[in-house]
């Protein structure tokens, strides 16, 4: 079964640290990875999305790929207590169109 | 534009009862999902629908009934709701493979 899995947290960082939220999937051959944020009580929305191995980065987040050992990273610089959330990974897997979802982690940005 | 929008945002209903929930999206998205999301279990995929005219069994299909009435529209029906039923439901676009996934606001249905 595929299977994509994340730290369920919480993850706590103080105002102005960097937060690393990692996820490791088990399909090979997945080839599109998001990341997204939910605050309590509403949708998930998009943070970034990335498709190669590397790193991507947009404004104070940078997700990073390893397709070789399975893992993708999101890393939030200068953290903001506005971050405080729960980090969903997303990974798609060929010509499938569904999504494989991990229960996210949760983060706690304090002040 | 939008979005993708959903109907209605709050819902109570008793054991037995029949509703639907309607989901609606202006973003041009080819494919349209159904998820329910609970605690500690994630997003779980009810149904999909990779085009007009298709629907898919995701991985939580056992009560659900959907239909894709048009590109636009893609509607869940509960034909019996259960207490297992209780949760929030949300509605999802894209515009084909390997696109992101839109989220509308959700509907969080009761069910006594």
């Known amino acids: 079964q595929k299977e994509v899995e994340q730290n369920s947290g919480p993850l706590s960082v103080p105002e102005g640290a960097i937060a690393s939220l990692n996820c490791t999937y088990s399909?090979?051959?997945?080839?599109?990875f998001f990341w997204y944020r939910q605050y309590s009580g509403k949708s998930p929305e998009l943070i970034m999305s990335i498709y190669s191995n590397g790193d991507k980065e947009d404004g104070r987040f940078t997700a990073q790929l390893n397709k070789a050992s399975q893992y993708v990273s999101l890393l939030i610089r200068d953290s903001q207590p506005s971050d405080s959330a729960t980090y969903l990974c997303a990974v798609g897997a060929g010509n499938n169109r569904k999504l494989i979802w991990g229960l996210g982690t949760s983060l706690a940005v304090n002040p | 534009n939008a979005g993708v929008t959903q109907t209605p945002k709050f819902q109570v209903l008793k054991t037995g009862q029949s509703m639907t929930l309607q989901c609606a999206q202006d973003m041009n998205h080819n494919s349209m999902y159904w998820y329910r999301q609970d605690p500690g279990m994630g997003l779980r995929l009810i149904y999909y629908?990779?085009?007009?005219?298709?629907?898919d069994k995701g991985e939580v299909p056992n009560g659900y009934n959907v239909s894709r009435l048009n590109k636009r529209e893609f509607s869940l029906r509960l034909e019996s709701a259960a207490p297992s039923q209780t949760s929030v439901y949300f509605c999802?676009?894209?515009?084909?493979?390997?696109?992101?996934?839109?989220f509308g606001p959700g509907t969080r249905l009761t069910v006594l």
């Open positions: 999802a676009g894209d515009r084909g493979l390997t696109d992101t996934q839109y």
């Open positions: 629908s990779a085009s007009e005219g298709t629907t």
């Open positions: 399909d090979r051959v997945s080839q599109s």
